[in-house]
């Protein structure tokens, strides 16, 4: 069988470009026992595979050169030398970035087909679904706080925001256009969102939020940390979970100038780290799998078709053409 992958063809620095990877066509299977031949139907491309292009470890090993990129996807069983899984079995992965692979049962992980789209599970269901739902739990969230998100109209962040919705929160989000805004305010039901990038955050959180926030859920850093810095109230938590702003930076941006808040506030600032939450995938895929069947949370996605489009899709995370999960349906 005849499966195409994504390869990264030269290390990065900066903005990363098509040039960067290459399409390559490559033999697969069959199967030998114990093993299992699947399709992938959704592959997740998601800011932090910015970090394994680089020639340093990031918080994962780099990305091997000329070889397939590694990364989230789900797939069906087409073969099986297996007693664990049949045809037909919906499985998650982290052999994305390619159409077809071969693997032994302790690199999948079943998932039901109920759940629809199967992409759920590289979204709200899935990793980014739970990083939302992990930081909330990090950052201590409780009903009455006031908190602040940055990158919302994202996978993370607009999932962050409908979770605090519902745990009795007054939800502020800030994104990068006027149609992320209006689904933050329409579909996700945040009380206040913005748009970063006509006026400073630091003015637009102030006028939202004039008697301060709680909670600070730091998907960019740079100016939205430092915006929040000032806005958080005394004890104010900080969950941080990401830095766009920065992942293309050739040189490292200096820190937030007024760090002092941490002090003068006593803030406490926590790195979340999705992986370490590994052991409560169990409870967080019952929670948040009731609230998709009952419409407490929606997942918003955003497809392009064809692995031949996953670099686009990827290289479209800096700019923000995505809202929600970005998502590449293979097959
Ligand atoms: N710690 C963990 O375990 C963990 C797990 C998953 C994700 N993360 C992190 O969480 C963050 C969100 O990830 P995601 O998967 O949900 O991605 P995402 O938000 O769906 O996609 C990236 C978004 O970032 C925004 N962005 C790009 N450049 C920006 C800049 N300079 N300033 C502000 N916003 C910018 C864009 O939206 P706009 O149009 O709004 O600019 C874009 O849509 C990332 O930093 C990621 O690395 C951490």
Redesign the pocket.
């Known amino acids: 069988m005849i499966s195409r992958e994504i390869q990264l063809a030269s290390r990065l620095t900066g903005m990363p470009t098509a040039d960067n990877f290459s399409l390559v066509q490559r033999e697969v299977g069959p199967p030998h026992d114990q093993q299992v031949l699947v399709r992938n139907l959704f592959i997740s491309v ?3 595979m ?2 394994r292009m680089n020639e340093e470890k990031s ?1 994962a090993p780099p990305f091997a050169l000329h070889q397939a990129l590694e990364g989230g996807a789900v797939g069906e069983v087409i073969e099986s030398r297996d007693m664990e899984f049949n045809v037909g079995d919906l499985v998650t992965s982290n052999f994305g970035w390619r159409e077809y692979f071969i693997a032994s049962p302790k690199e999948l992980h079943p998932v039901s087909r109920e759940n629809q789209p199967p992409s759920v599970y590289l979204g709200a269901l899935g ?2 679904g739970m ?2 739902w ?2 909330l739990q990090l950052g201590e969230v409780k009903a009455g706080d006031v908190v602040y998100i ?9 999932v962050a925001g409908q979770l605090a919705k519902l745990r009795g929160c007054r939800v502020i989000g ?4 006027m149609a ?1 805004v209006a689904f933050l305010r329409g579909e996700c039901k945040f009380d206040v969102a913005f748009d ?2 006509i006026g400073p955050v630091i003015e637009q959180l102030k006028l939202e939020a004039p008697d301060g926030i709680d909670v600070y859920f730091d ?6 940390l430092e915006a929040a810095l000032s806005a958080l109230r005394v004890g104010g938590r900080i969950v ?8 293309n930076a050739e040189k490292p941006k200096p820190g937030p100038t007024n760090l002092f808040n941490v002090i003068t506030k006593r803030l406490t600032m926590k ?6 939450w590994l052991e409560q995938q169990s409870e967080f895929e019952l929670e948040m799998g009731d609230y998709l069947r009952t419409g407490k949370v929606k997942n918003k996605e955003t497809v392009v078709v064809g692995i031949d489009h996953a670099v686009s899709a990827f290289l ?11 998502v590449v349906k293979v097959a």
């Open positions: 998601d800011p932090y910015r970090g918080y990793m980014t990083t939302a992990a930081g940055s990158g919302a109209a994202g996978a993370v962040g607009n800030s994104a990068g256009s992320k970063y990038k998907n960019v850093g740079g100016d939205a941080a979970c990401g830095g766009i702003s920065g992942y790195g979340l780290l999705v992986r370490d479209g995370l800096f700019p923000g053409t995505n809202i929600g999960k970005m």
